[in-house]
């Protein structure tokens, strides 16, 4: 009998190569196999603008070369050689390495992904390949314009870069919907063959660039117009020329109703760049709010966290926490819920150490910080998330259902006593505990400085009457077109004495009602502008000299 062999051995002896399509642009298209491939990744291989849509899905610790590198373990006469995508393939997986070779749209419509999958198979290396969203139909999607309609319409796809003449006149013969892969000055040249193949000058066409991206932008216009459309709209000629687009050509593409249908350049922040002066910890729920309407966070820290001058206050309530000194402990930050995090593990201890206490969170995101930690919250204010909120909802001392009078309050060293005096009045004992200390945060880069004084952000954020504060502090004034928005009237009154106009301010205080109010806000000023036949500009493309003022 031969001797068989172990499946395992070719897989051992090789990596593994991921052939995978990270669509056309937008990060959130990427399918769940793909993020699963990603996490897994000893090794991501693509080109700088595809690796910026799928690098926060890769370990830290992935190697990301680049794809055209000059190779310093060069030739014996020492001459350097480039090395093409290909060979870094090819060479990480003969070392062992799960490789993911990230492509946009989809690798099945890769040229080059195509001859990297046969040099693999050559050298009997495993691979497998996860499809993408293609540029080509994911792009028009975004741009709101269907490319079948109820008859069934035909649709044929072009690469013009690559396009024969005889290509040309089959799509030009053709009466349904052709998408056309090109570049922005090459457009014209594009609607140009396709009239002269047959189709009339006055057939529909939308032409996207940056598609599926917050830089989206689409014109409507026609095969014999298009020219002028872009002319007018001063894009040719610029340096961007070279950029990709998607064009759309039919009479039947629903290119007409696309005022209609464009749900996403229409979205209420579509574009906007908006300051939030928090750190990432604490801004993931509130920029992705934000990013749902279009807009693109930018997170500035204003207040960085250090330990208490003195801890050992914290260490004894701490051990207080193990021994039973407490009935309750209340959380009124996500940093409290860090600091005593830290010192549990300072000391040994996880979250079993809360058994027996009653735990309260001010609000929902520190509910999720104590959650994350493996505690569940007793009680979250039912109302208004804030110290005066969690007192509507705390229960009075009862010496008979409560063993113990004391709470255990971590905060930090500038919070208000607002919550200290309402329970002292509810009958409670309260150790008042500094956790953290908030110091300014020191100042962004100089790129973001000047974006923040010269009006290259359209709105900013302020949380808390710090945040403007320590904003102006390390960073200056925003400018006057940038859009002010405060959570509650104590933040506006600080912002107004710094010299700025506010000009939204969050019906609650809750920084997601206040992106609410900022959308609503947003989506009133595109209504005007649409409703009086302008383009709809972004604050930061209104840019008057000066810094703003306050009005009155």
Known sequence: MSPTTNPSSAFSAHGHVTFLGAGPGDPGLLTLRAVEALAGADVLIAE????????GHARASVSTPEPTVADDASTAAGIPVLRDAVNLVMEAARGGKRVVRAVTGDPGLDADAGQEMLACAAEGIPFEVVPGVATAVGVPAYAGVPLRDAQGTDVRFVDARTASERCWTEVG????????????????????????????PDTPLTVTVGGTTTRQRTWTATLGSIAQTLKQAKVLPSPDGHRPVIAVVGERSSAAQRDQLAWFESKPLFGWRVLVPRTKEQSASLSDQLR?????????PTIAVEPPRTPQQMERAV???VTGRYEWIAFTSVNAVKAVREKFEEYGLDARAFAGIKVAAVGEQTARALIDFGVKPDLVPSGEQSAAGLLEDWPPYDPVFDPIDRVFLPRADIATET??????????????VTAYRTVRASPPPAETREAIKGGGFDAVLFTSSSTVRNLVGIAGKPHNVTVIACIGPA?????????LRVDVLSPEPSVHRLAEALAEFGAARRATAVEAGDHVLRPSERRPGGRRRRTT
């Open 419 to 432: 919550l200290v005096a309402g329970l002292i009045e509810l009958g409670w004992e309260v150790d008042d």
């Open 173 to 200: 013969a053709s009466d349904g919907t052709v998408v056309v892969s090109t570049t922005l000055d090459a457009v014209a040249a594009a609607a140009s063959e396709l009239v002269a193949a047959g189709r009339k």
């Open 292 to 300: 749902s309407y279009g807009a693109v966070p930018h997170e500035v």
């Open 491 to 499: 933040t506006a009154k600080t912002a107004e004495e710094h010299g």
């Open 319 to 321: 051990k207080g926490l």
């Open 48 to 55: 700088p603008d595809v690796l910026e849509v799928v690098r």
